[in-house]
């Protein structure tokens, strides 16, 4: 297009294009970091990442190789019912396989210590749900 004075106008971008693009340029970017991740997961055989700083607070990622099942195991842990001087954690485990078969586990571990300044102590174990708090 060109204007009367013979200058080039160009169309006005919109707004929700530009955003489009954004996104799409991250999408990008985080697809062309998954050779890293699966470099480092191959190398390492797991990726934890931390959550905070309560014992098995963290999601971790690892590499599932046995003779009948292959794949990737999922862990994430949620904090139920937190005091000062106690907690209850529930951990999810799901399971991405491509060869074999494994149902999803949840397990319920909680935590006690005698003083905000004391380390935690594991109490009781579970293989469900943790209770409501």
Known sequence: MTSEAGAVVRPKRS???RIFIGFALVAWFLILLVPCVCFVLVSSQEIII?????????????L?????????????????????????EQTDNRF????????????????????AEASWELVSTTADVCPPA
């Not at 931390?50 to 690892?62: A, N, S, T, V």
């Not at 990737?72 to 001087?85: E, F, K, M």
């Not at 991405?96 to 003083?115: F, I, M």
């Open 15 to 17: 707004r929700a294009r």
């Open 50 to 62: 931390p959550q905070g700083d309560l014992p098995g607070q963290h999601i971790r990622i690892w």
């Open 64 to 88: 599932i190789m046995e003779a009948d099942e292959r794949g990737l195991g999922v862990s994430n842990a949620s904090i139920i019912g937190r005091t000062d001087t106690a907690f209850c």
């Open 96 to 115: 991405l396989l491509w060869q074999g078969r494994a149902p999803g586990v949840s397990y319920c571990e909680c935590y006690e210590r005698a003083s």
